[in-house]
C-alpha cells in the first residue's frame, strides 16, 4: 500500500520537476531572443546611422536615457521663494511754508 503512495509522490515530484525545467527553458530562451533583438537593433542602428545620426534620434535616445538615470535619484527640490520685498521708505518730511502777511498799521508799525 505504502509502496504505491511512494510511486506516486515520486511521479508527481517528476512531472513538477520537468515542468519547472520546461518553464526555465521556455523563459531563457525568452530572455535569450529579447536580448539578442535589443543586440540586433542597437547593432543595426550604430552601423546605419554611426557617421550622419539622423536629428531626432539622439533627442530620443536622450529622451530614453534621462528618466532612467533619474530612476535611482530624488527630485530636486523646489527653487527657495523669493525674498519680501523691503518695507516701503518713510516720506521725508516737507519743508513747512507759512505765510505769515504782516500788515502795518497807519503808523507804519506792524500790527500784531
Not at 9 to 32: D, G, P, R, T, W
Not at 43 to 53: E, F, I, K, N, V
Request: hydrophobic share 40%.
Amino acid at each position: 500500500m505504502y509502496e504505491n503512495t511512494f510511486r506516486i509522490i515520486n511521479s508527481i515530484k517528476i512531472k513538477v520537476h520537468s515542468v519547472s525545467k520546461l518553464l526555465a527553458m521556455l523563459m531563457e530562451s525568452i530572455l535569450v531572443l529579447f536580448v539578442k533583438n535589443i543586440a540586433c537593433i542597437t547593432w543595426g542602428a550604430w552601423t546605419l546611422y554611426r557617421d550622419h545620426p539622423p536629428p531626432g534620434i539622439l533627442q530620443s535616445i536622450v529622451l530614453v536615457i534621462r528618466p532612467m538615470r533619474r530612476l535611482g535619484r530624488k527630485p530636486p527640490l523646489p527653487p527657495p521663494p523669493p525674498p519680501p520685498p523691503p518695507p516701503p521708505l518713510p516720506p521725508e518730511p516737507q519743508p513747512v511754508f507759512r505765510l505769515v502777511l504782516s500788515r502795518r498799521g497807519t503808523n507804519g508799525a506792524n500790527k500784531v
